[in-house]
């Protein structure tokens, strides 16, 4: 058992660190207040290869696996979620998708520019109707011709408003459904047909774009049908299972600095003629935080070990995503708590913090999904089928 | 055209802490970094090769683990990279580290332009430069800021006590200043390659044709002692206010 990790991770961990400190740290009050993560940013995260870590060189990634995908998203996590949002879903779910289950002539085609962020992926599988029930998805891809013809909307979609190539999934045959009977497609943004509406104003990750989509007859030729016809509900689901351990990493970054933050603040602030380090209130929401840190940490990083070594990982994937959710929101809750008013305050981290970690509960599959997932995977092992 | 850039790796002073009373340096976390301005001499070098044909060849010494420094700067673009290990190196202070690298330089032969930052984190002593330069028998320009290159030669813009542009026949060393850019970003790929699909070059004394006697020190170094605290400055917010302060303390 090695608990190390490996010396390139170990360098790109403190070449992430580096840029996230320099260029992204000074920029995160910006980034909440004008709603807008700036180009030029992203610009220079494309060419320090941030968006395509975890694909393999061959299509033009880095070639780091799952581990230096965890070790980005944790490092983003530390520094600001909206950029966190808009890489995550480009690369864990977004590109993920074709890198899974596109055609070689498919990854060719497209891995290069996402993978060095010249373009940028998202992932559109929500709909009004169709939210923790995805199966219950009503778009259409009709065929006509070598073409499918695509009409419907979608929902919530993150970089919806910005991404050039989106893995879209349609009903390809209504009397199948979801299972069976749906397809996912590569989609081009400049296609005719295809609008972004307006970005939504949200609690928290202001600066990541989300928009409804809409999709008014827009041809996809039938060479970007992403995995097979008919099994696109697979393939989406495929892909969300892994985006789950990096999105777990994001939320393990979060924590680590409502942990750090509580510590500094307690060693600063005097009150009762001492410090609050020397509180037993306060040392015991520390120490819970720290306890739940350590414990997801673990867990995320042996989750990003089965999946670069092909070893099956729904159930562990589940719990990255529920335990780091929900581990990130205690954690900044009570750093909120041990600062006090001060932690309301709008100029300071805290706030934002807070205000950002709640979405991690429900996007990507809500914690109640993942709930679901975690007990088919155990009741399975044991012969009982959960209906979904 | 061949371009040598020598670095330093230095101690992260992220990873210590000073105690002023007990006068010691606590290390929490043992992290080693580029020294910043051999960074930055880098980043000059790597200007170069975006506008013509240039190899970059970067030398380091120390033990062990400079090849992490060595690796790093593979990642940000270096085209080979030299490790200057040797028992008879330790200890090593400005005139022998300067001795090494020029007969580095040497053996590496055409090299037309050496870099090297202006001051090392750690010693402070900002000797190897022009002892290098010393060694090689070449011309040296020292602060240097920006880098170009004229017919047979280098032009540099340096900061004395005000910015100058001056010029060097090739070869030449060039001390760039702590400072002068904003070293690039190392791409991902070429991080995970830097360990996985490359290594340094390990030269020692014997490949360089050294002896114990040209790897002597000159200065031996007696006891380490912390510099006088400084007082914290004073902000001014207008001229008035400055002018009435120093009639105050009688300056003026």
Redesign the interface.
Known sequence: MDFDL???HR??Q???R??MQEEVKPLVKQIDRDSRVPDELLK?AG????F??PFS?KYG????GEI?YCILMEEMGRVDASTTAIIGAHTGIGVMTLYLDGTEELKQRYLPDLCSGKKIAAFALTEANAGSDAASIRMKATREGDSYMLDGEKMWITNGPIADVLSVLAITDASLGARGGATCFAVESNWEGFTAGKREEKMGLHGSPTAALKFDNVRVPQENVIGKVGLGFVTMMKTLDIGRVSLGAATLGGAEVSLESALQWAKARHQFGRNLANMQSLQFMIADMASEIEALRSLVYRTAWLVDNGRPHTKEAGMCKLLGSEIASRCIDRALQIHGALGLTRDGQIERGWRDSRINEIFEGTNEIQRIVIASELFQEIGVRIRP | MRIVVAIKQVLDPRGFTVNRKAEKIFVNHEEYMINPADKSALEVALQIKDTVEAEIVVLCGGPERANEALRQAWAMGADRGIQLTDKLFAGADGLVAARLLAAAIRKLGGVEVALTGERALDTGAGEVGPRLAEALGWPHILAAHRVGLADGAVKVIAKADRFVEVEAPRPAVVIVANGANQPRYANAARVINSYQKWNPEVWNAADLGLTETDLAVAVVKRGLAFPAERQPGTVLSSAGELVGMLKRQRVI
């Open positions: 490996k010396p390139e360098a790109l403190k070449s992430i580096e840029f220079k060419a320090a290869g941030l395509g870590i060189q990634g880095m070639g780091a230096g």
